[in-house]
């Protein structure tokens, strides 16, 4: 079975483009978290889908950031306007649908996001 | 909110030495506490996990135990290995309808020496 897939892998943008962050979930998930990891840093939660939902925002910056996760396609961490603070990795994670409150997030490989 | 402290930040041992790293939550609420491995480069990988109705699990050289009551919780490695070296980050998480977003702690650096 494959694993979370992200594309792509390492992204160089200039201040002001925009930033586009594909996440393809492990097969049957329809969970999907989005997190950002600065530099020597732990991972920082930023928004938490299913399919064609936004269940939780909580950690997205209100502006130039949006996500999706349409009910076909993979998920889209999308970032406008670009500065050099948003550089970072960003990592997806998908959890299975399930009757059971708790379950494991297994995370992607990141996109390293670097914005001279 | 959620606030998950981690110690200590990097942690030197000998190789077959065991390896220790603690960590603390604020929200008597959590009932999750997953334990992930990174290597450099690469995704966050679970190594194992403990529920909040479990005081202590184990798989082979690794063990996690839980005190609900002091709100900590601790990664054990026993008999460490040169591949062990990463960083490890803890993370706790309210799971159950619209929550279930993991807080990670800072990491530690982990560095077994051969």
């Known amino acids: 079975n494959a694993g979370v897939m992200q594309n792509p892998r390492h992204l160089v943008r200039r201040r002001g483009q925009e930033a586009r962050l594909r996440c393809s979930p492990v097969k049957g998930h329809s969970h999907v978290y989005w997190y950002r990891q600065l530099p020597e840093e732990g991972l920082k939660f930023m928004v938490y889908?299913?399919?064609?939902?936004?269940?939780?925002e909580s950690g997205m910056p209100k502006e130039r950031f949006s996500a999706e996760f349409p009910k076909e396609g993979p998920s889209i961490l999308r970032i406008q306007q670009v500065v050099r603070g948003d550089s970072a990795a960003y990592f997806c994670a998908s959890s299975p649908p399930s009757l059971r409150a708790i379950q494991t997030q297994y995370f992607g490989p990141g996109t390293r996001l670097l914005v001279l | 909110g959620e606030n998950v402290e981690q110690h200590p930040s990097t942690l030197s041992v000998q190789e077959g030495d065991s390896a220790v790293i603690k960590c603390t939550y604020s929200d008597s609420a959590s009932n999750y506490f997953p334990w992930y491995k990174q290597e450099l480069g690469k995704g966050p990988q679970l190594i194992i996990d403990?529920?909040?109705?479990?005081g202590e699990k184990k798989d082979q050289r690794i063990a996690v135990t839980l005190n609900k009551t002091a709100k900590h919780f601790s990664l054990h490695i026993t008999e460490t290995q040169p591949e062990d070296s990463a960083v490890y980050f803890c993370a706790a998480s309210i799971s159950g309808g619209s929550q279930g977003n993991l807080i990670f702690g800072k990491g530690t650096k982990l560095s077994v020496k051969p």
């Open positions: 889908l299913q399919k064609e939902n936004i269940i939780d």
């Open positions: 403990i529920r909040s109705n479990v």
